[in-house]
C-alpha cells in the first residue's frame, strides 16, 4: 500500500542514498526518487508526485539559481512550493549539542535523523509516522 | 601646563632659594666628592640588588665612581630641570629593564645622604647655618629620588602593559586555535558517520533479509567494506597527526629508489583517476632516478596523498607527476601537477596547517575529507629532511604541489638527519 507513496531523497553521498531507497522500499514497500538536481526535484514537488522528502544538510554538488544550496535552504524552498503538506525529515552527520534544535528551526523540517541511520524498519516508522500526520490533510490516497 | 619637575618641586617644597643655597655650597663641596665615590662604591656593591648593575669589573666601578661625582656636582650646581628629569628617568627605565629593584637606589641614595650630611657637620659647626643647608639639599635629594622612583613606576607600568597585550594576543590566538578545533572535531565527527551510515546499513539491510539475492548481498557487502576501508583510512589520518604532535612518529630512513615508490603508488592513483575519466600522466618514465633518504612507507603515504588531492579537486583534464634532481642542492624533487580548482594564492600557505582545508570549491564549499593530508604530508617531508609547497599549474589553472628529498649519501641527506636528532625519529629502527 506504501508504493503509492514517493519518498524523495536528497543524499550526497552515492553509497547511502543508495541504503535509504533500499532501506525505504523493502523495509517499506514506498517507490524512491534519489536527486540532487534541485530544478528536477523542485518540478516533482510543484507536481504533487513526492509524498515526504528525506533530505542530508550537506550537499555537494546541488545548487540552485547560481549557488550551493544545503539541506537547510532545500528544506524551506520544499516547503514553500508544496502544494499540500510536504513532511521532512532531516538527515544529518551533523551531530554535535545544539546541532538537532539548531537545524529543525532554520529548515522548517519536521524531524532529524542522526546519521549513522542502519535501522530500516525504525526509518520507514518514523517515515509512517511523518506520513500519518499529514495524512488528514492529504485526505484517504490508500 | 606644569611638568612633572614642576609638580614635584611644588610638592617637596624646593624652591629657588633651596637652588641658590646649593650653588653657594658647591664650592665648599667639591673636595669630598672623591670620597663620597669611595665611600659609595665600598658599600653599594654588597647590595643583594647590585649585581645586576656591576657587571663589568673593576673598570667599571672605576667609571662609575667618576659618574657618581659628576652628578653629585650637578646636584649642588642647580640645573634641575626638563634635561636633568629626563636623565634620571632613563636611568630609571634602565633599572627596571635590568631587573633592578626599587629597593637598591632608595638604599644607595640613603648612603649619599648618610656621607653628605657628615660632610655638612664637618663645614658648618654652627647649628643654625648647617640647618638651612642641610634642608635644601634634603630636598634635592628627595627631588632625585622622587625622579627615580616615578619613572620605576613609568616603566614597570608600561612592562605590564605590553605584557598585556601580549596576554591578549595570545589569547585570541588561543580562542581560534580553540575554534578551528572545535570546526575540525564536528567536521570528523560528520567525515566518520558518513562511511559508518554505509557500513552499519548495508550490513543490517543483510541481517534483517532485506537484500535481493546472494548476488545483491555480495554487492552490499563490497560497498560496506569499501566504506570501512574509507573510514580506515580517516582513522589512519587522525592517529598520524595525533603521533607527529606528540614527537612519536617513527621514521625508518634508509636509501630509497624512488622509482620502485612511483611503480607501486602510481597504479593506486591510476584507478581513482579512471573513476573521474582523468588522465594520469607519468613523466617520469624512463629516466633515471637515483636513491634517495627517506621512509619508504611515508615516502609513498606523501606522493599518494598528492595524486589523491590531485584528483579529487579536478573535475576533467590530466594530473601529471614529474620527477627530477637537483644537482646542485642535492635533492630530488617530486611534482604533481593537475588542471583542477587550484587553490587561491592566499590559501596557499595555511592548507598546510592542520585541520585546514582550502573551503572552497567554485562555489566556497567545503570538500568531503579530513583537511588532515597536507598537513601531515609537510610534517612527513620536514621531518625525511625535505620541503613541501605548492602554486599554480603551467597554465595558470590547477595545482602544482612539489616536494624534495635529499639524495642518499648527500649532504643534505647528513645534514637533514644530523639536524633533526634522529634519535628519537629513528627509534624505529
Not at chain 1, 78 to 104: F, N, V, W
Not at chain 2, 252 to 279: C, F, G, M, W
Not at chain 2, 385 to 403: E, H, K, M, N
Request: with cysteine; proline share 3%.
Amino acid at each position: 500500500m506504501n508504493a503509492s507513496r514517493t519518498i524523495l531523497v536528497v543524499e550526497d553521498n552515492a553509497l547511502v542514498a543508495k541504503f535509504y531507497r533500499l532501506a525505504l522500499e523493502r523495509a517499506g514497500g514506498f517507490a524512491c526518487m534519489l536527486s540532487e538536481d534541485v530544478s528536477e526535484i523542485l518540478a516533482a514537488v510543484k507536481a504533487g508526485r513526492i509524498d515526504l522528502a528525506i533530505l542530508d544538510v550537506s550537499l555537494g554538488q546541488s545548487e540552485w539559481e547560481g549557488h550551493p544550496i544545503d539541506g537547510i535552504d532545500l528544506a524551506r524552498l520544499l516547503k514553500q512550493h508544496a502544494p499540500r503538506r510536504l513532511p521532512i525529515l532531516l538527515a544529518t552527520a551533523h551531530a554535535m549539542a545544539g546541532d538537532r534544535e539548531r537545524l529543525l528551526a532554520a529548515s522548517g523540517a519536521d524531524d532529524y535523523l542522526e546519521k549513522p541511520v542502519f535501522d530500516a524498519s525504525l526509518l520507514v516508522e518514523k517515515v509512517q509516522h511523518l506520513l500519518g500526520a499529514s495524512g488528514k490533510v492529504q485526505g484517504p490516497t490508500e | 601646563m606644569e611638568t612633572f619637575i614642576q609638580e614635584m618641586k611644588r610638592y617637596l617644597g624646593f624652591h629657588e632659594a633651596d637652588e641658590q643655597l646649593l650653588r653657594q655650597l658647591s664650592p665648599r663641596m667639591d673636595k669630598y666628592l672623591p670620597e663620597l665615590a669611595e665611600r659609595f662604591y665600598s658599600q653599594i656593591p654588597h647590595h643583594p640588588n647590585a649585581f645586576r648593575v656591576f657587571t663589568g669589573g673593576e673598570a667599571q666601578i672605576a667609571r662609575l665612581k667618576q659618574t657618581l661625582q659628576h652628578w653629585a656636582r650637578g646636584l649642588f650646581n642647580g640645573a634641575y630641570d626638563e634635561a636633568y628629569a629626563e636623565e634620571r628617568y632613563q636611568i630609571g627605565y634602565r633599572h627596571v629593564r635590568i631587573g633592578l629593584e626599587q629597593k637598591y637606589v632608595i638604599s644607595a641614595m640613603g648612603v649619599v645622604r648618610a656621607y653628605l650630611s657628615e660632610c655638612l657637620l664637618l663645614e658648618f659647626p654652627a647649628s643654625d647655618e648647617r640647618l638651612r643647608y642641610t634642608r635644601s639639599l634634603s630636598r634635592a635629594l628627595d627631588l632625585d629620588l622622587n625622579l627615580m622612583c616615578e619613572s620605576y613606576m613609568h616603566a614597570t607600568l608600561e612592562n605590564l602593559r605590553r605584557l598585556n597585550e601580549q596576554l591578549e594576543r595570545a589569547n585570541q590566538e588561543l580562542a581560534h586555535a580553540s575554534r578551528v578545533k572545535d570546526e575540525f572535531v564536528a567536521h570528523i565527527s560528520h567525515e566518520l558517520r558518513t562511511p559508518l551510515n554505509s557500513i552499519l546499513g548495508f550490513i543490517k539491510l543483510i541481517l534483517d533479509g532485506l537484500g535481493k539475492d546472494r548476488g545483491e548481498e555480495h554487492e552490499l557487502l563490497r560497498d560496506a567494506f569499501s566504506s570501512g576501508q574509507h573510514l580506515l583510512s580517516i582513522v589512519n589520518d587522525l592517529l598520524d597527526i595525533a603521533r607527529i604532535e606528540a614527537g612519536q612518529m617513527a621514521l625508518h630512513i634508509e636509501e630509497v629508489d624512488p622509482r620502485h615508490v612511483l611503480d607501486s603508488t602510481l597504479p593506486l592513483a591510476a584507478v581513482q583517476a579512471a573513476s573521474k575519466n582523468l588522465k594520469l600522466r607519468d613523466a617520469t618514465l624512463g629516466t633515471a632516478l637515483p636513491l634517495v633518504e627517506a621512509d619508504e612507507v611515508r615516502f609513498r603515504e606523501v606522493l599518494l596523498n598528492l595524486l589523491s588531492n590531485a584528483v579529487k579537486f579536478t573535475a576533467q583534464g590530466l594530473v601529471t607527476v614529474r620527477a627530477g634532481v637537483d644537482n646542485v642542492s642535492g635533492f630530488l624533487r617530486l611534482e604533481v601537477e593537475d588542471t583542477g580548482v587550484g587553490i587561491p594564492a592566499e590559501q596557499r600557505v595555511i592548507v598546510f596547517e592542520k585541520f585546514v582545508q582550502a573551503t572552497t570549491d567554485v562555489k566556497g564549499r567545503r570538500y568531503e575529507g579530513t583537511g588532515l593530508g597536507l598537513a601531515i604530508s609537510r610534517k612527513l617531508v620536514e621531518m625525511m629532511g625535505g620541503q613541501i609547497s605548492l602554486g599554480t599549474g603551467a597554465d595558470g589553472r590547477g595545482t602544482l604541489v612539489w616536494f624534495t628529498l635529499p639524495l642518499a649519501g648527500s649532504d643534505s641527506s647528513r645534514k637533514a638527519s644530523a639536524s633533526k636528532g634522529t634519535s628519537r625519529i629513528r627509534a624505529g629502527q
